[in-house]
């Protein structure tokens, strides 16, 4: 991120980020990113999400290897050895207050996870093929806690283009191995009054 952003400058800057400088994110930054979650929305006000934090280099390791990268291009898509997220933020559902619908919740807080990250210049992936089982077991997660995503964190080591689609959604990697992402164009999905 380049200088300050009011917030729809920053939200279109925005990129998924799956290449990270080896900066550490402090805990403070941390803790702002899970308060920025907190207050998110949530239905009926139930408030079923907790979060856990991963930042201790070892437990990072364990925590990588659960995780799958950019699915259209793997793997090329993946961190590169050396450029792996500094943390994680594990996105946890306690069934015992909800147990079902809960997605909704989810994605606000992790919409305003991501976008605090960003502001603070911290780049973001939000994870959803996660091996489950093996992050419960390894964080000791009790087992009326669903584990919904995690997000990846870490300063930007890359420059994500955004591309008009043409024929497909898939993101590509040019030569140079710039990750380039199509989007749909706003006068192909906005729709005022009518169909």
């Not at 991120?1 to 998924?16: A, F, H, P, V």
């Not at 408030?47 to 699915?71: H, S, T, Y």
Request: net charge positive; charged share 30%; hydrophobic share 40%.
């Amino acid at each position: 991120m380049k200088g300050k952003m009011n917030l729809y400058e920053l939200i279109l800057s925005r990129r998924t980020i799956r290449q990270f400088k080896t900066k550490l994110v402090s805990e403070e930054i941390l803790k702002k990113l899970v308060n920025a979650a907190r207050l998110a929305p949530s239905a009926a006000n139930l408030q079923p999400l907790e979060f856990m934090v991963i930042d201790g280099e070892e437990i990072r390791k364990k925590i990588f290897n659960c995780l799958k990268w950019a699915a259209y291009i793997a793997p090329r898509g993946n961190p590169d050895p050396g450029h792996e997220p500094v943390a994680y933020i594990v996105i946890l559902v306690n069934t015992q207050i909800k147990d079902k619908g809960y997605e909704y919740d989810a994605g606000a807080a992790i919409e305003n996870m991501i976008l605090t990250a960003w502001e603070q210049g911290i780049g973001s992936c939000w994870l959803l093929s996660v091996d489950r089982d093996t992050i419960q077991e390894t964080l000791r997660i009790p087992l009326n806690y669903i584990i919904d995503s995690v997000l990846a964190l870490g300063y930007s080591n890359e420059e994500p283009l955004v591309e008009k689609m043409k024929d497909s959604i898939k993101y590509w990697k040019d030569r140079e191995g710039r990750l380039h992402v199509p989007k749909r164009r706003l006068e192909d999905i906005i729709h005022f009054n009518k169909f």
